[in-house]
């Protein structure tokens, strides 16, 4: 070993809900650290060489499918972007993300919660005419300035990092949270969406929606794409309280 190689501890939470009788523990393991390791690369080295019943997600590896989202050090993050090398005395506590459907060890079931949000804010363009439309008509220019505002909100990747951090959510299982924010505030800011604020107000203009979010933006400080959350928040309760 060189002098500037060091030996990372792992200390991370092994769980398997599906095995009758398994109890919660945290369990240490070391990895020679590596020019330019990733949180993912080392998982991946524990796994491969250690233990391979270790659970954990991941699909792309570059930041952009969300799938690798736990709590690293008491902050949810993406292993697959967050260096070992940020973590000087070399000890690192991995933790599955709360507020998701535990499978196994750091694997949760954001799907679940992201399909259930997708269906509750209906997350599609709303067009009544659309079924009067020729399918093959080109559709109408957007102003630029509006699809760089939809583009913006399009980044996040619904790793499940702002849900985690969302302590409104902890205390309100309804709470729709700050993904599903987003996803109103892209909808309501495209002009082939034919939905009213009215509409919109059904979903989000409530207790379980921007009224009930205690600002305390947890949302905003652990995005690991750094998206105006605190923002769209503020957008969206001026836009609901006009409604009534």
């Not at 030996?7 to 095995?19: A, D, E, G, M, V």
């Not at 080295?45 to 952009?64: H, K, M, T, V, Y």
């Not at 269906?119 to 630029?144: G, Q, T």
């Not at 959510?169 to 599903?180: C, N, T, Y």
Request: charged share 30%; proline share 5%; glycine share 6%.
């Amino acid at each position: 070993m060189s002098d500037q190689e060091r030996t990372l501890k792992f200390h991370i939470l092994r769980y398997n809900p599906q095995l009758n009788g398994d109890t919660p523990e945290m369990k240490t393991y070391e990895v020679v650290e590596a020019p330019g390791m990733t949180i993912f690369i080392a998982l991946n080295e524990i796994r491969e060489n250690q233990d391979p019943s270790l659970q954990f997600d991941f699909i792309c590896r570059a930041g952009i499918c969300g799938s690798c989202g736990m709590v690293i050090n008491g902050a949810p993050d993406l292993a697959c972007r967050t260096l070992t090398s940020k973590f000087p005395d070399g000890e690192i506590t991995l933790l599955p993300l709360p507020g998701f459907e535990l499978i196994g060890d750091l694997s949760v079931n954001t799907g679940k919660f992201m399909r259930q949000m997708s269906e509750r804010v209906e997350s599609w363009i709303h067009d009544k005419y659309a079924d009067n439309v020729d399918l093959c008509r080109l559709e109408e220019r957007m102003d630029p300035d509006t699809a760089d505002e939809i583009y913006e909100l399009e980044r996040c990747v619904e790793c499940g990092c702002c849900i985690s951090a969302c302590a409104t959510k902890r205390m309100r299982d309804g709470f729709l949270s700050a993904v599903g924010f987003m996803r109103i505030a892209r909808y309501s800011l495209d002009p082939r969406d034919k939905r009213s604020d009215s509409d919109f107000y059904e979903i989000i203009g409530d207790d379980d929606g921007v009224f009930g979010c205690m600002t305390l933006l947890g949302c905003q400080d652990y995005c690991p794409k750094d998206l105006p959350h605190q923002t769209q928040i503020a957008y969206l309760r001026r836009k609901m309280a006009l409604v009534k």
